[in-house]
């Protein structure tokens, strides 16, 4: 089988790497970049950092920074807008995966036009867009990496999966220091997206050599790093070495595929406004169990990876141990359950044949060891709920 792999031409990492993101956009070309960030990083000063870096370099940039959690088709008219007012000629994606997604949507529409709906899964969008160049702030979403944009249809709430090189970030810029000021609660929730991220792309019916490597190094980093991060948000070696992983991890999911967690997350992330990583988090070790005899010795790959299981363990028995590890993992990181988020139960049930059918829709589970129906979907949010 012939692999299809999509990476930016350009990834600068490590500690220091924002201030030299002026030369990496000149480099390419480019002169009138949109920074597309929210209003948190305005406040802390972090995108007149940026801006600043981009006029040394003789660049002209302009300013977006009304992005919204969980982006949403309304949210982008007033970025479209901006584009055009600049003549913007490349997008800067700055902040974590909403601000990327945003700037990916805002790169496809600014040439073609149209609908965000047209554009979703299973569409392979191939361009023309603008180039993006994107600067990650969170170790989770993997945004940087991957050909992948979410954007919730604001007439439905439907969060749609959009796809295809056309969101490929031209450059990416990953510097662990844009990290060290998140508090442990976003600590954990995007630790545990990329970690979702790197046993999906592992256990996807997709995965393939390339992928493979990339998923099992995040997979072990995590399980070293992700507890030094959250307990103590200084760490900067662990800061570091999750911004890496997370960034891997994006690099496989995006040349694999993510699966039944990511199916099942979005509709809770458009329907109950709950951050995408904790939602991940709230189903990863339910969806788990359901999964693991599809492919335990994937499974136990990935157990052995974090550190749950040895080679002397047979592979069901491992697999096994990636479930109890992935519910320690997330009672150790305080992950809440729906009912303990304060979603209302009678909500969340009104809702679940609704979830269930999107979730089938966006094409992830279809990915997934095990292929479920829409029923054994809502039978899975119905026990994840409390």
């Known amino acids: 089988m012939v692999a299809n792999l999509s990476l930016p031409r350009i990834l600068r990492v490590g500690r220091g790497a924002a201030d030299e993101l002026g030369e990496v956009v000149a480099g390419l070309g480019l002169s009138r970049p949109l920074l597309v960030t929210d209003a948190f990083l305005v406040g802390s000063g972090a995108a007149e950092r940026l801006t600043a870096t981009l006029r040394r370099a003789g660049l002209h940039p302009a300013l977006f920074s009304d992005t919204v959690p969980d982006p949403t088709t309304d949210s982008l008219t007033p970025g479209l807008a901006a584009l055009h007012d600049h003549g913007a000629d490349s997008v800067i994606g700055f902040g974590g995966g909403s601000p990327m997604d945003t700037a990916k949507a805002l790169a496809l529409l600014g040439v073609q036009g149209g609908l965000m709906r047209d554009y979703k899964a299973p569409h392979v969008n191939h361009g023309p867009a603008l180039p993006v160049i994107a600067v990650p702030t969170t170790a989770g979403s993997g945004s940087e990496a991957t050909q992948v944009t979410v954007i919730t249809d604001s007439a439905t709430d439907e969060k749609m999966l ?24 976003l600590t954990a929730d995007t630790g545990v997206d990329a970690l979702t991220h790197a046993v999906e792309a592992y256990v996807s019916r997709k995965a393939g050599p390339f992928t493979d490597g990339l998923a099992l190094t995040a997979i072990a980093t995590i399980g070293r790093q992700l507890r030094r991060a959250y307990a103590d948000g200084s760490d900067a070696e662990a800061r570091e070495a999750m911004m890496l992983a997370a960034t891997q991890a994006g690099i496989a999911f995006s040349n694999s595929s993510v699966a039944l967690v990511h199916g099942m997350s979005r509709p809770i992330g458009a329907h109950f406004h709950v951050a995408h990583g904790l939602s991940n988090a709230m189903l990863f070790p339910a969806v788990t169990a359901f ?34 590890a992935l519910h320690t993992l997330c009672r150790d990181l305080d992950v809440p359950t729906p009912r303990s988020y304060g979603i209302d139960h009678a909500d969340w049930t009104r809702l679940t044949p609704v979830m269930a059918e999107q979730a089938l829709a966006s094409g992830s589970p279809a990915n997934n060891p095990a292929v479920p129906t829409a029923a054994q979907i809502e039978d899975l949010y119905a026990r994840v709920y409390g």
């Open 291 to 324: 999964s693991v005899h599809a492919a335990p010795a994937r499974y136990a790959d990935c157990a052995r990876a974090l550190g749950a299981a040895t080679a002397v363990d047979a592979d069901a028995a491992a697999a096994d141990k990636l479930v109890d």
């Open 162 to 185: 959009c796809m295809g090189p056309a969101f490929q970030p031209l450059a990416a810029v990953v510097d662990m220091e844009l990290t060290l000021s998140m508090p442990p609660r």
